[in-house]
Structure formats: structure tokens, C-alpha cells
T-cell receptor
Framework: RKEVEQDPGPFNVPEGATVAFNCTYSNSASQSFFWYRQDCRKEPKLLMS???SGNEDGRFTAQLNRASQYISLLIRDSKLSDSATYLC????????????FGSGTKLNVKP | AAGVIQSPRHLIKEKRETATLKCYPI?????VYWYQQGPGQDPQFLISFYEKMQSDKGSIPDRFSAQQFSDYHSELNMSSLELGDSALYFC??????????????????FGPGTRLTVL
């Protein structure tokens, strides 16, 4: 079992829709959580760090549920430009400098 | 703001040749990571360096080696290249944030990658 699990999708949604991704992690001692966005053949780019209290950045909201060991990403009012693969990344249980990646969730936003 | 720099961006090699990929981390970042990403896969961790010392090792083949130099740039050396080594190779860097001596947070930033094609 992978340390970080994601639904690979694809999620096919119309423009303007709200879409949510979940990601589960295996180790309760994990300390830091992130969502990255990756476009085809490009590098992963940090979208949001996920704080214990949850955080919001414009149309994007990230939540952390430590009890159930999952993080979520909510995208409101989806844009065509949101189409990408969203990677869930967790670090810090045995080695703070080690990052564990989910397999990514693919989002396709359609006109 | 300065980002992670990787060179070359594209590289074409023949089987059994060698290749060297270079990475220049964000200034003042203390950790460098190397990842390999095949088509349709998530990035696979190869190796990392913290303050110029190897800090962790992942699925790096014995044919590959890496090091971090005094100026913090890192090189990934790949020998006896195989067709299966064709992939995107990303370098990433991070800065460990400590609060009262305890590691509390860091974020990882990726370079644009080197696309290696082995023919």
C-alpha cells in the first residue's frame, strides 16, 4: 500500500463546477501536507500548503483531517485552466526531509 | 524570485552511454532532491542531500550516482544508460524551517526538469 493514496480520476467537470479531491495518508505522525499542480510534461508546482486549521486561496480551499488521516482540495468555479493533475504530497514522519507523493488526480474542465 | 535551475533541459543519449544532469537549488535552500518521472507516473524519489551530505536514498539504480557540491549545486550521474531510463528528471529544493530547534515546516520547489531520451 502506498503511503499516500489518491483517486486517479479523471474528473471531468464543466466550467463553473465545484470539484473536490481527497487524499489519504498512512502515517499519523506526518507533519506537513501539500497540494501540487502538474501540467503535462511540466514540473509540479506548489498550489497550497495545508495547515491544521484549513486554508483558502481564492477559489481553492484545502482541509486537513488528522483524525481520519486525509486532506482535501476543493476547487470552486472551475476554469478551463484548472485542467491538470493534482498531486497530494506528505512529509515528515521518519525523515523531515522526505516527501511522499500520491499518484495524482487528473482534472479535465470542459467548456 | 529565483527558482530551481536544471540543465540541460533536453538530452538525447544512446544505450550504454553516460549522462550528467545538473541542478542549482534556490539560494539558501539546504536540501536537494532528485526525482524520476516516467510517462503517466508520479515522481519517483531517487536521492536527496542535506547540507551537502546524502540524507536519503530511494529507488536510485546502482548505475546512478549523485553528489552535492560546496556551492550547493548537485549533479546526477547516470552510466550504462538503458532504454528504460528515458524519463523526466526533476530536481527540487527545500529549506527546513525550525521553531525552537524543532523542524516544523518546509516546502519543496521543483526545477523545470531534464527530459532524457535514450535511444
Amino acid at each position: 500500500r502506498k503511503e499516500v493514496e489518491q483517486d486517479p480520476g479523471p474528473f471531468n467537470v464543466p466550467e463553473g463546477a465545484t470539484v473536490a479531491f481527497n487524499c489519504t495518508y498512512s502515517n499519523s505522525a506526518s507533519q506537513s501536507f501539500f497540494w501540487y499542480r502538474q501540467d503535462c510534461r511540466k514540473e509540479p508546482k506548489l498550489l497550497m500548503s495545508v495547515y491544521s486549521s484549513g486554508n483558502e486561496d481564492g477559489r481553492f480551499t484545502a482541509q486537513l483531517n488528522r483524525a481520519s488521516q486525509y486532506i482535501s482540495l476543493l476547487i470552486r468555479d472551475s476554469k478551463l485552466s484548472d485542467s491538470a493533475t493534482y498531486l497530494c504530497v506528505v512529509n515528515g514522519w521518519s525523515n523531515f526531509n522526505k516527501f511522499y507523493f500520491g499518484s495524482g488526480t487528473k482534472l479535465n474542465v470542459k467548456p | 524570485a529565483a527558482g530551481v535551475i536544471q540543465s540541460p533541459r533536453h538530452l538525447i543519449k544512446e544505450k550504454r552511454e553516460t549522462a550528467t544532469l545538473k541542478c542549482y537549488p534556490i539560494p539558501r535552500h539546504d536540501t536537494v532532491y532528485w526525482y524520476q518521472q516516467g510517462p503517466g507516473q508520479d515522481p519517483q524519489f531517487l536521492i536527496s542531500f542535506y547540507e551537502k551530505m546524502q540524507s536519503d536514498k530511494g529507488s536510485i539504480p546502482d548505475r546512478f550516482s549523485a553528489q552535492q557540491f560546496s556551492d550547493y549545486h548537485s549533479e546526477l550521474n547516470m552510466s550504462s544508460l538503458e532504454l528504460g531510463d528515458s524519463a523526466l528528471y526533476f530536481c527540487a529544493s527545500s529549506l527546513e524551517v525550525k521553531y525552537r530547534g524543532v523542524s516544523s515546516y518546509n516546502e519543496q520547489f521543483f526545477g523545470p526538469g531534464t527530459r532524457l531520451t535514450v535511444l
